[in-house]
């Protein structure tokens, strides 16, 4: 169960977890054109229609979703990180289960890799109507990579 009461810190600004985008990647208004331009190199052209609203998804510093357990209840995640502009910039994540500190994860990757998650959790969510990483993601975050 998730404890309504809360927070984390994101970007030098603290965030009580009940403010967060109920459905964020609904809301989402594209990135502009010339945001967009210097990452388009580091992705496949079949996701080039998705990187303006992966890249406004990034923008917010956030997102609330939850994890698909095969066999069990979805785990509620809060994921913050810090923003920054290059895509070959290095962003610092951290996923945070269930409201519990005690299941709190970091990884750092360049924003080119975190973005193409990003544009993988958007397309998941035009699916299927969760907000949840890829598998991919998982395994770094947890070091099995």
């Known amino acids: 169960m998730v404890n309504s009461c809360f927070c984390y810190q994101t970007n030098s600004l603290l965030v009580h977890r009940d403010l967060l985008f109920m459905s964020t990647i609904e809301a989402l208004k594209p990135a502009g054109r010339a945001d967009v331009v210097i990452y388009m190199p580091y992705y496949a052209k079949t996701k080039h229609n998705w990187l303006p609203l992966a890249i406004s998804l990034y923008r917010q510093g956030a997102l609330e979703g939850k994890r698909q357990v095969q066999g069990g209840e979805p785990i509620s995640f809060v994921c913050s990180w810090y923003v920054s502009k290059l895509p070959s910039d290095l962003t610092r994540c951290r996923l945070q289960f269930d409201g519990q500190a005690e299941l709190s994860y970091e990884v ?12 993988d959790v958007i397309m998941n969510f035009k699916r299927s109507h969760f907000t949840d990483f890829p598998r991919g993601f998982y395994r770094k975050l947890l070091r099995f990579e």
């Open 108 to 119: 750092t990757l360049s924003n080119s890799e975190f973005i193409d998650y990003l544009i």
